[in-house]
Nanobody, 124 residues
Framework: QVRLVESGGGLVQPGGSLRLSCAAS????????MAWFRQAPGKEREFVAS????????YYADSVKGRFTISRDNAKNTVYMQMNSLKPEDTAVYYC?????????????????WGQGTQVTVSS
């Protein structure tokens, strides 16, 4: 079966950096659009970034543009998100998601598979 496992979350001070990873198994990774979503306490899950199969097309929420970078290694079946200049408002559980095909949607319902999430806390 398809499995997505996130790692790399933790506690970081404002202005710091973290790198999240999501290891995928049970699917033809290069045929899937991969995305990151996040959910802060008391808020709805929201789109953060997505990347198409080749890695050449990436998309970001306005709130993270210029600070976060999504990338993928199809040989390792892994998607990454480098998060720089972190702010307290970036605090959330971050989820990896996958959908087959080439369309990099920003809506939760378009993604078929989800990881269990990794906590990112930005606080001094």
């Amino acid at each position: 079966q398809v499995r997505l496992v996130e790692s790399g979350g933790g506690l970081v001070q404002p202005g710091g950096s973290l790198r999240l990873s999501c290891a995928a198994s049970g699917l033809t990774f290069s045929s899937y659009v991969m995305a990151w979503f996040r959910q802060a306490p008391g808020k709805e899950r929201e789109f953060v970034a997505s990347i198409r199969w080749s890695g050449g097309s990436t998309y970001y929420a306005d709130s993270v543009k210029g600070r976060f970078t999504i990338s993928r290694d199809n040989a390792k079946n892994t998607v990454y998100m480098q998060m720089n200049s972190l702010k307290p408002e970036d605090t959330a559980v971050y989820y990896c998601a996958a959908r087959p095909g080439t369309l990099a949607y920003r809506t939760i319902g378009e993604y078929d598979y989800w990881g269990q999430g990794t906590q990112v806390t930005v606080s001094s």
